[in-house]
């Protein structure tokens, strides 16, 4: 089971110019569409003397979450590029934006192409990469007489503790790897039989 993913986690700048029209490039990394559309207009008003402010973002542990945006350029001209970039680097949450400014000479289809391509491209390679792992979480219920043993295998598993409650009935929520939720909860299940 494979419960690790490649995600960046600074803000990378790229740059890309091609007949005079310059492309700058943004790699954020993100959780959500939401801080996709905050940054979104963000850039938009930052660079509002721009011509495009196209992206393209990856989200979740697999990357089924993900959308290409033109902004204004002809289709698949932009977006689709730079999303390739996330896919050919198997990274995700993550977005990446290239601002445009025109320089007067159009590019075509194909130049558009590679010119956010290689912008986004650029931003990506000064990104710093880094492996996180997919977790998930439980919530176990017990009797008080029972603490001794569940913190034993809270100090061996070694998961996250989000939240716990040690009043009449006690309950504790972990969050694990994936992988060793299995493990964590046998473990935890064969204290009510002891």
């Given amino acids: 089971m494979n419960d690790t993913y490649i995600t960046i986690n600074n803000i990378a700048e790229g740059y890309y110019t091609e007949k005079r029209s310059k492309f700058y490039a943004f790699a954020h990394h993100v959780t959500s569409a939401d801080e996709v559309k905050e940054l979104f207009q963000k850039y938009k008003k930052e660079y509002y003397d721009a011509r495009h402010v196209c992206y393209a973002y990856r989200l979740g542990p697999d990357g ?76 176990y219920t017990f009797a008080y007489p029972q603490m001794n043993a569940v913190m034993r295998i ?9 939240a716990q ?12 790897r994936k992988s060793l939720m299995p493990q964590l909860k046998a473990r935890l299940d064969s204290i009510s039989f002891q």
């Fill in 64 to 139: 089924a979450e993900f959308r290409a945006n033109d902004d204004g350029e002809p289709s698949s001209t932009a977006g689709k590029p730079i999303l390739g970039v996330l896919l050919s680097a198997s990274i995700t949450d993550v977005v990446v934006f290239v601002v445009r400014y025109y320089g007067g000479v159009n590019l075509g289809t194909g130049g558009l192409i590679v010119a956010y391509r290689e912008a986004a491209q650029d931003a990506i390679a000064h990104a710093t990469q880094e492996e996180r792992s997919v977790e998930e979480q439980l919530t």
């Fill in 154 to 162: 809270v100090k061996d598993m070694q998961p996250r503790i989000i």
């Fill in 165 to 176: 409650d040690f009043q009449t009935t006690c309950s504790i929520t972990l969050s694990i």
